[in-house]
């Protein structure tokens, strides 16, 4: 972890907890410059259950296949591999 990291971290937080400090003045200005009835239309229009749905589906498709993979398999034979060991049962090319 570099140093910037962790000042943009002790930054964040920083930021973060005088937010929460004021968070029913931050609401209220919200309210006020028409941003929550904004909010509120594009919800009701946009986020349907339908398309939240959608999206998540496509996040976890999108998702890279080999960093989630519960089942290795050989890169050469694309074999199913049970074992823990280096080389692949079926054709014997590492893994
Ligand atoms: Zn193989």
């Known amino acids: 972890m570099s140093l910037t990291i962790r000042k943009a971290i002790v930054l964040g937080l920083i930021g973060s907890i005088l937010l929460l400090g004021n968070i029913l003045l931050v609401a209220n200005w919200l309210v006020e410059r028409g941003v929550v009835d904004w909010a509120r239309h594009l919800r009701a229009e ?3 259950g339908t398309a939240i749905t959608i999206i998540v589906v496509l996040l976890i498709l999108l998702v890279s296949p080999k960093a989630g993979a519960l089942v290795r ?4 034979c694309d074999h199913v591999l049970l074992s823990r ?3 692949c049962g079926e054709c014997g090319s590492k893994v």
Not at 73 to 76: D, L, Q
């Open 46 to 48: 946009y986020l349907t």
């Open 85 to 87: 060991g280096k080389y």
């Open 73 to 76: 398999r050989c890169p050469v």
